[in-house]
Structures are given as C-alpha cells and as structure tokens.
C-alpha cells in the first residue's frame, strides 16, 4: 500500500508539469488585455505598453512561463492583478466556503442518491422503481441555475425562511446545497440502481438466499459492498466536479467562494489568480482519485495494489 501511494504521489509530478502548460497558454488565450483594463479607460497606448512592461507581459511566451514555473516552484504565485494581495490569500480566504458547501451538498446527495438507487434495485418494475428513477431523471434535466432561482423564489422571497444569497449562517448553507446537489443526487441514484441490480445477479448473492437469509441480509451483508465500488468511483469523480465547478451556483447565490473569485478574475484577465485556481482544481482531482483508488481496498480486501 505504501510503495503504491509513493509510486501514485511520484507520477503527479511530470502531469502536473504538462498542466501548468495547458494552463498557462490557456489563460493566455483569453481574449483582453490585462493591461489595458488596470490602466483605466482614459490611458493611453504609451500607459498601456508601460504597464505590460511592468506586469511582464512584453515578453515572450516561454519567458513568462519560466518566470511563472521558478516563482511557483518557490511557494510564489504572485500578486493578484485586480486587489493587490497575494494569490494564496486570495484563494484561501475563498477556500472553505467553497468546500464546506460542496461537502455539504455530497452529504446529503450521496444519502438520497444511495436510498433511492438502493430500493429501486429491490423493487423492480415496480412503482417505487418508477418513482425513484422518474425523479433521478428529472433532477438531472433541470438547469441548476433555474432551480437555484425557483427555490429563492419560493423559500426566500415568498416565504422569507431562508436568506437569498452571501454567507451569514447555517440556513446560507440550505439553498445552495440543495441546488448544487441535486444533479449528483440524480446519477448517484441511476448509477448505483444499475450497480446493485448487476450484483444481485451474481452467483453468490443466490448461495446467500438459499442459505434462508432474508433479503436485508443479502443486500446489507452481502451485495453492497461490491455494488458500492463503481458508486465511490463516480461519487469521487462528483465530488471533484462539484469543487472546481460551482461557478454558477456561486454566482446565483452570491456566494463568496472559488467559483465566484474564478468568474471576477476572468472577468478582470486576473493571469495569477486563473493559474491558480485552476492548478488548484487539477491537484483536487488528481487527490480525490488518489483517494477513491485507496477506498477500493477497504470495500473490497481481494484489492491489491502493486
């Protein structure tokens, strides 16, 4: 487990190398010109070509990117372009809310999703099957910034329950976990519907119930451990989406996360800050998978890992 752990942790090396590179020609393609913007509208074109000078940009394209890559290498990532701070206290002040809402949100979805999937695999073709699916795929077909906006609607504005937007208390938490959930909450039902229905197909699974258990007893005790393997897999995979993807859900509900900073920073061509968030993200899937392939040898102890 551990000579597997160091082999994963050493091959995050030359990936994370080539996506510094897509990252950093990608942000580079974004149309604008930071200078242009910090400059103010009234500079003029000699004001400009002195700020691109200051900010590095009149040179080459492989000298920034070494310039970029010996600062990150140093714990540097620079100053944001928009507010003046350093990048890290950017993103760290941004951080938590954005993780504490996505944790939030795979909570409750994977409990939903999993009960949901779980008895429609033991009541086939029968209303509760319907049922459950019938709501999975409508959970998936709904835009999630109207669905943001309907329950602001309903339990913000009509009914005054729960606050429209920004992150004053628990109830902040409500409304967007709900909307950022609810697409996860979809597939983790479809999916480990189609997972538990293929294990209770399996040989052993018929042993368990000629044995005399009840049919708990083979689901609980025996089907769902193995049936659980690909739904961590996608959980996993949910999970990193969810973290490196509420843009939108941060800008209906105003929230003061990853996503909302991500949208002002393109907004301003704010180069660090993009790189960053967007390093970010990559090492938090790269991490999440890591995790996920580890989780298998506890679900399954047959794993082994060379």
């Known amino acids: 487990m551990v000579r597997y752990l160091v082999k994963r942790l050493f091959m995050m090396i030359p990936i994370l190398f080539f996506v510094t590179i897509f990252i950093f020609l990608f942000v580079h393609m974004i149309p604008g010109d930071p200078a242009r913007l910090i400059a103010g509208p009234k500079a003029t074109i000699e004001d400009i070509n002195l700020k691109r000078i200051e900010l590095g940009l009149d040179k080459p394209l492989y000298e920034q990117y070494l310039t970029y890559m010996g600062n990150m290498l140093q714990g540097d990532f620079g100053n944001s372009l928009r507010t003046k701070q350093f990048v890290m206290d950017e993103i760290g002040s941004r951080f938590m809310p954005t993780f504490w809402l996505t944790f939030w949100s795979m909570i409750w979805a994977v409990i939903i999703g999993l009960v949901i999937g779980i008895v429609s695999a033991k009541k086939r073709n029968k209303w509760q099957d319907y049922a459950g699916m019938f709501g999975a795929v409508s959970g998936l077909s709904l835009p999630s910034f109207w669905l ?6 309903i339990f913000s504005v009509k009914l005054g329950w729960l606050p429209t937007g920004g992150l004053e208390s628990w109830k902040s938490y409500i409304l967007p976990s709900i909307t950022l ?11 480990s519907r189609s997972s538990v229905l293929d294990v209770l197909r399996e040989d052993y699974i018929r042993t368990a119930r000629s044995k005399g258990l009840t049919e708990g007893n083979v689901v ?15 959980t996993g995979l949910q999970f990193g989406f969810l973290l490196g993807g509420s843009v939108v859900i941060e800008t209906v509900f105003s929230w003061p996360g990853l996503g909302r900073l991500l949208i002002d920073s393109v907004n301003f061509r704010d180069y660090p800050v993009i790189q960053a968030e967007m ?4 090492v938090e899937f790269i991490l999440i998978n890591l995790f996920v392939d580890l989780l298998y040898g506890f679900l399954n102890p047959k794993i082994r890992y060379e």
Do not use: D, E, Y
Not at 148 to 153: C, D, E, R
Not at 182 to 189: D, E
Not at 279 to 282: E, I, T, V
């Open 148 to 153: 943001g906006l309907v329950l602001i609607q």
């Open 181 to 191: 959930g609810t697409g996860v909450a979809a597939v983790i039902a479809r999916f």
């Open 220 to 234: 609980w005790g025996h089907a769902l451990k193995n049936a659980l393997i690909p739904v961590v897999t996608m």
């Open 279 to 282: 390093l970010l993200f990559s």
